[in-house]
C-alpha cells in the first residue's frame, strides 16, 4: 500500500484559499488519490477523488501531475467551518482493498 | 438507511468487562470497515469484510478483538476483557464495489473504559 505524506498542519484565513499537498511517491497504476475530511465527533467524509489531472467538484479541487507522485487538495475561499483534519489516502478501486489512513492535515482557519 | 449508524454512541466499560459494538452499513455495500481511533489521531484499520468474509483482520491489536459479519449486512466488534488502552472511538464505515472508492463513515462509537 502506498504511504502518503502531508504537512501535520496548516492555518489560513477567511475567504483565502487553502493548498494542502500531499506526496505518495509509491502510487501504483490502480490506485485512486481520494481525500477526506474530519470534524470532531464525526467520522471522515469522503470530499473528492482522482486519478490523474484535475478534478473539480463543488467542494474542492485536486491537482495530481503525471507522474502522480503528489497531489494538491484545493479549498476555495474557506470559511472557519472548514476549520477540520484533512486526509490524503491512496486507494485501490478493488472493491477488495483496505483503506489505509494516515496521520492527516490539521487546518485550523481564523477570521 | 440513509446512512452508517453505530450502536452505542457512547459506551464506558469498566475495565475486564467484555462489550459489543454495532455497525449497520448502508443497504448493499459489500465492502465494511472498522477503525480504532485515538485522541488527536488519525483513524487506525483493524479489520475489514467483503461480504461475509473477513479479508483482513491483521490491524486487530490483540486476540481480544473479535469481529464478525455473519450475513454480510450488520457487523459487530466485540473486546474481551476490555483495558484502558482499548479506550478510544471505534468507526465502521461501509463502501460499493466498483471504481468509486468512496466509504461512508458512521458516527462511531466511543469507548471509555475505566
Known amino acids: 500500500l502506498a504511504k502518503t505524506t502531508q504537512p501535520i498542519s496548516m492555518d489560513s484565513y477567511e475567504g483565502q484559499e487553502v493548498n494542502i499537498t500531499c506526496s505518495h511517491n509509491?502510487?501504483?497504476?490502480?490506485?485512486?488519490i481520494t481525500w477526506y475530511q474530519q470534524f470532531p465527533s464525526q467520522g471522515p467524509r469522503f470530499i473528492i477523488q482522482?486519478?490523474?489531472t484535475k478534478v473539480t467538484n463543488e467542494v474542492a479541487s485536486l491537482f495530481i501531475p503525471a507522474d502522480r507522485k503528489s497531489s494538491t487538495l484545493s479549498l476555495p475561499r474557506v470559511s472557519l467551518s472548514d476549520t477540520a483534519v484533512y486526509y490524503c489516502?491512496?486507494?485501490?478501486?478493488?472493491?477488495?482493498?483496505?483503506?489505509?489512513f494516515g496521520s492527516g492535515t490539521r487546518l485550523s482557519i481564523r477570521p | 438507511g440513509a446512512g452508517v449508524s453505530q450502536s452505542p454512541r457512547y459506551k464506558v466499560a469498566k475495565r475486564g468487562q467484555d462489550v459489543a459494538l454495532r455497525c449497520d452499513p448502508i443497504?448493499?455495500?459489500?465492502?465494511l470497515f472498522w477503525y480504532q481511533q485515538a485522541l488527536g489521531q488519525g483513524p487506525e484499520f483493524l479489520t475489514y469484510?467483503?461480504?461475509?468474509?473477513?479479508?483482513?483482520k491483521s490491524g486487530l491489536p490483540s486476540d481480544r478483538f473479535f469481529a464478525e459479519r455473519p450475513e454480510g449486512s450488520v457487523s459487530t466488534l466485540k473486546i474481551q476483557r476490555t483495558q484502558q488502552e482499548d479506550s478510544a472511538v471505534y468507526l465502521c464505515?461501509?463502501?460499493?464495489?466498483?471504481?468509486?472508492?468512496?466509504?461512508?463513515f458512521g458516527q462511531g462509537t466511543r469507548l471509555t473504559v475505566v
Open positions: 509509491n502510487i501504483a497504476t490502480n490506485d485512486y
Open positions: 469484510f467483503q461480504n461475509e468474509a473477513q479479508l483482513d
Open positions: 443497504s448493499g455495500h459489500v465492502s
Open positions: 464505515a461501509s463502501r460499493h464495489t466498483g471504481e468509486n472508492t468512496e466509504a461512508f
Open positions: 482522482g486519478y490523474k
Open positions: 489516502l491512496v486507494v485501490s478501486y478493488s472493491s477488495a482493498s483496505k483503506i489505509i
